[in-house]
């Protein structure tokens, strides 16, 4: 029989991952994706809410996995989170989050939610785990480069005049189909909320076919690839600046679910250790933490949309579309490895990669971008501290 003190110590634990997934979808996960679009006049800022709601839901249900075990379990070594630890991890990183949305600082959730985790489950006596440490800190080192240039090759070729944008974007659009051909979804793999054995689109076709897995998947990425970019050819034939607009939606879409599928572990993460005890199924975990995103998003991201579509309506389609390819791309990586990763991150380093192609910044000062990144490593610090100094001063060795 659960005695009282559990269920209110479980409770407070899911408010704390509630306002942190609330967080989460009000914050640049839920604004970020479509306020290029918004900043484009391709789509209003009420649909755009809704939209991102809706895939971010989906993202979180069907790839939200891998991140969420890394959070809840593989941070810190020889040691299982008691629920004042969780409590503690979530507190501060929401609270964090939330004193930068109402100070205008841009806090980074992955950045406060790993330093309380690692700073908690350190302070308990857990061991580091080096080997996560390194893929989560070469992933946040190499973010900003290969974020930032890739969008700077994307915004330096679609203005070529030798190279129409009839050639350009729908090659662009054959590389996105034809990595999101190859992105797993565990409702593919048949286990609800795992990556173990989860399938892509391209491997679950070529299975189907009896084909070889690896030719096969090849094959079949290239035919989506091709498909794709005869589709978006055809389509800028007909109307170029229409043609623009959807595919800037589309990519709007697909930084949406993935934002989803990467953001959702940050919520829902801490509380596996928690919830082990009472064997909920790890698919309603990610559904809860879903759902608290998509209220999120629906509440509190159309005014962080409205705001950031007027810095993206500067950029105009062709850099916002430089900035949403590589930001896919990341996220995706990001939730195969199983790390978490700051979407301020990813979408920064973009938006400063295709601005430099053309000549400036933009609205992104380098004071401002010097601000950012101090504010990123002040966060992780700020949680490492208090995580480790709440854990000593409430449950002393």
Known sequence: MVDAGTVLTLAVALLASGVMAWVIGAGSSGATPFAAAVGANAISILRAA????????????????????????????????????????????AGLMLVGIFTGYPI????????????????????????????????????????????????STLPREDVPEAVSVPVLAGLVGGVFANVRFALLSGVAGTTEGASSIAATISRSLGADPTTGRVAVTLAVAVV???VVRWAIHRDQDAALRRFLLVLGGLVAFSAGGSQVGLAVGPLLPLLSDF??????????????????????????????????ASLGPRRSISALVPAFVIAQVAILLGVPVSFNEIVVSAIVGSGLAVGGLGNTSPAKLGR??????????????????????????
Do not use: H, N
């Not at 379990?73 to 008691?82: A, I, Q, S």
């Not at 990144?373 to 060795?397: E, N, Q, R």
């Open 279 to 312: 064997a909920v199924p790890l698919t309603a975990i990610l559904v809860a933490g879903g759902l608290g995103m998509l209220v999120g998003s629906w509440t509190g991201a159309p005014r962080m949309i409205k705001a950031l579509s007027q810095d993206y």
């Open 50 to 93: 809704l939209l991102v709601g809706i895939l971010g839901f989906l993202g979180a249900a069907l790839q939200g996995g891998s991140v969420s075990r890394a959070v809840g379990t593989e941070l810190v070594g020889g040691v299982t989170l008691p629920p004042v630890g969780v409590i503690a991890a979530l507190v501060i990183g």
């Open 228 to 230: 794709l970019a005869l």
């Open 108 to 155: 980074a959730t992955a950045f406060t939610v790993t330093g309380a985790i690692v700073g908690v489950g350190l302070a308990l006596g857990g061991t580091p785990a080096w080997g996560k440490y390194t893929e989560i800190v070469a992933l946040w080192i190499l973010t900003p480069p290969l974020g930032g240039g890739v969008a700077y090759a994307i915004a």
């Open 372 to 397: 950012t990144v101090l504010a990123w490593i002040g966060s992780l610090a700020l949680s490492f501290v208090l995580g480790y100094g709440v854990i000593v001063v409430l449950a002393p060795a």
